[in-house]
Every structure is written in structure tokens, then in C-alpha cells.
């Protein structure tokens, strides 16, 4: 068997396709909404993402703004930048790019975004709406990652009501909030969330209808982990260089070979990464009618 392909680039595309008519349905009514990204220092991944949530934006008609930092910036201007972000009316929603510089308080950081412009979904606020459940017209913004994890599945027809998931890594932007999701009523799956202390991680995995690995540690999961037919989420991501060749690879948490047993497989790269960035463009834009109502 070789595993269904669950391609983020393509879905992904088909997304920005669907939220560019929104956007120029907004337009004719003169609104136009616009992402601000907050990156603070030099790390080569961050500007990549970074750039890519713009190049994004240009696709779909939505403004962009961008303010970078230094890597020596203090906490105080990286709070100064956020009131600006705050105030600033061409901003409608905007992200603060994690992680933030090595002692830096991030947690403050997301607590000053103002929650009717947190595009991520990381306001306290809006993940305790998350937590309790809060859908229809009050709805906030989703985290991008499992949002965008969730509607891939569903896109590509992958039953979740009832089924058991396992969620390895319990990180603020992916884990954490993707075991509430997919909990969520109407999505309805049995959850484990698996980390770093959990004890005989292939036998959890091996009981798991979805898999979702996002660690950064590069080849964990293995084949004879997976059970037949189950659906794959490969997130994690880690540089490695070649000790012969000296040249930068990267490489996911999935190991070659799962995709002879898998029902379905998200490659890594062109899988859940761009869903990431078209769940972020969909927050934007769901703000911005939600404003107009
Ligand atoms: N404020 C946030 N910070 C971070 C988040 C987040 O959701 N909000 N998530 C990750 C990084 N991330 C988004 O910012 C992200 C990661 C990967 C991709 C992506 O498109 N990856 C491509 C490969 C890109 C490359 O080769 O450089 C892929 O998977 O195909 C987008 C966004 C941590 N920080």
C-alpha cells in the first residue's frame, strides 16, 4: 500500500483561491484587511515563514505590514512595537513570529496582543474560548497549525467522529491547542496527547487512527509504529547536515517507509507548513467580516 498524499501546498492553494473572492467581496464594500507580522532577531527559519505569510497575503488581495526587530531589541521595544501593532488601523490582525530571542518572556509577549487582533489564535483569551468551545457568531481565531491540520483531513475526507489520535508534542502553537480541536464537538475524536515523558510511545502509536508528530526530532516515528491505513501528520522539522557532504538538510519527524503503511501521509516539507499560512490568512479575513457584521 502507499499512502494517499495529503499535499498542503495544493489544498492550500485551493484555500487562498476561495478566501481571494472574500477578499474582493470586502473590498467592494471599501474594506480591506491587512496582516501585521511582528519578527523579532535573525533566525533563517523565521524570516522563511515570515516571508512566506506575506508573499500569501500579496496572492489573496490582503495588505500586509511588516515590523522586524533586532535580535538585541529590548522586551521593552518588542512591547512598544506590539502597542503600535495595537493601534495601528491598517493593521485589522497580526501575528508576533515565535520563537521569540532566547529570554524573552513570550507569554507576555501574546498577553499585549489585542485579542480582537490576534490573527494566531494565542491570546489567553481566545484559546480560553478554545477551551470552552465557544463556536457560531462569537467565534474566535483558531491556532493556524491545528486548524489547518484539521481542515486538511477534512478536505481529504478523513472521518475523524470517534476515531483515536495521537498528538505527539505538547508545544503552544501545535500540540496544546490541537488536542482541544479536535476533542471539539463535531470534530469529536479521542485524543492522546503524547510527550516527551510518556512512557512506550510506539504502543500509544500503534493504537492511533491519526498520527501527528510534532517534535523536531528527525525519523522518530517509525514505520512498524503506525497502524495500517492510519492517517499521518508529519509537523516537526530540524536542520540536519550531511557529516560527509557538510550541506543542510531538513528532515520531519517521520521516518522514511511509513508511507507503505499509512492510509494517508502529509510530505514534509509541502504538507502541514502551508496549511499553517492559509489558516492565517483565513483568521485575517473571518476577522474582517465578522468586523463588517
Ligand atoms: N506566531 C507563530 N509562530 C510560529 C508558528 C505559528 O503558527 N505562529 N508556527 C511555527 C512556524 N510557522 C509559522 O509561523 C510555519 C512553519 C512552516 C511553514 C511552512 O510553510 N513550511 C514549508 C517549508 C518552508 C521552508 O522550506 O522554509 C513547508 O512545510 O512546506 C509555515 C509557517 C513556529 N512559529
Not at 512595537?81 to 488601523?89: C, H, S, V, Y
Not at 500509544?204 to 509504529?225: C, I, K, N, S, T
Amino acid at each position: 500500500m502507499t499512502a494517499v498524499r495529503l499535499d498542503g501546498t495544493a489544498t492550500a492553494t485551493a484555500i487562498k483561491g476561495e478566501l481571494k473572492a472574500r477578499v474582493e467581496a470586502l473590498a467592494a464594500r471599501g474594506i480591506r484587511p491587512g496582516l501585521g507580522t511582528l519578527l523579532v532577531g535573525d533566525d533563517p527559519a523565521s524570516h522563511a515563514y515570515v516571508a512566506g505569510k506575506h508573499r500569501d497575503c500579496r496572492e489573496v488581495g490582503v495588505e500586509s505590514i511588516r515590523v522586524d526587530l533586532p535580535g538585541d531589541a529590548t522586551e521593552e521595544q518588542v512591547h512598544e512595537a506590539i502597542e503600535r501593532l495595537n493601534a495601528d488601523p491598517a493593521v485589522t490582525g497580526y501575528i508576533v513570529q515565535l520563537p521569540l530571542p532566547e529570554g524573552m518572556d513570550a507569554n507576555a509577549a501574546l498577553e499585549l496582543i489585542d485579542p480582537a487582533k490576534d490573527a494566531d489564535g494565542l491570546h489567553p483569551m481566545n484559546l480560553g474560548r478554545l477551551v470552552l468551545g465557544v463556536q457560531g457568531e462569537l467565534n474566535s481565531p483558531l491556532p493556524c497549525t491545528p486548524n489547518g491540520i484539521v481542515e486538511m483531513l477534512r478536505r481529504h475526507g478523513v472521518d475523524l467522529p470517534g476515531k483515536h489520535a495521537v498528538v505527539i508534542g505538547r508545544g503552544l502553537t501545535v500540540g496544546r491547542p490541537l488536542g482541544l480541536l479536535l476533542t471539539r464537538k463535531g470534530i469529536d475524536a479521542t485524543v492522546t496527547l503524547a510527550h516527551s515523558r510518556t512512557l512506550d510511545l510506539r504502543e500509544e502509536v500503534r493504537r492511533a487512527d491519526v498520527v501527528v508528530a510534532a517534535v523536531g526530532m528527525p525519523h522518530l516515528v517509525q514505520p512498524d509504529w503506525i497502524k495500517p491505513g492510519a492517517a499521518v501528520l508529519d509537523v516537526g522539522v530540524t536542520r540536519v547536515v550531511d557529516p560527509e557532504t557538510g550541506k543542510a538538510k531538513l528532515s520531519g519527524d517521520i521516518a522514511p517507509g511509513v508511507e507503505e503503511v499509512a492510509g494517508f501521509l502529509s510530505p514534509n516539507p509541502g504538507g502541514v507548513g502551508p496549511m499553517t499560512r492559509a489558516m492565517l490568512v483565513a483568521n485575517v479575513v473571518e476577522a474582517a467580516e465578522r468586523a463588517a457584521r
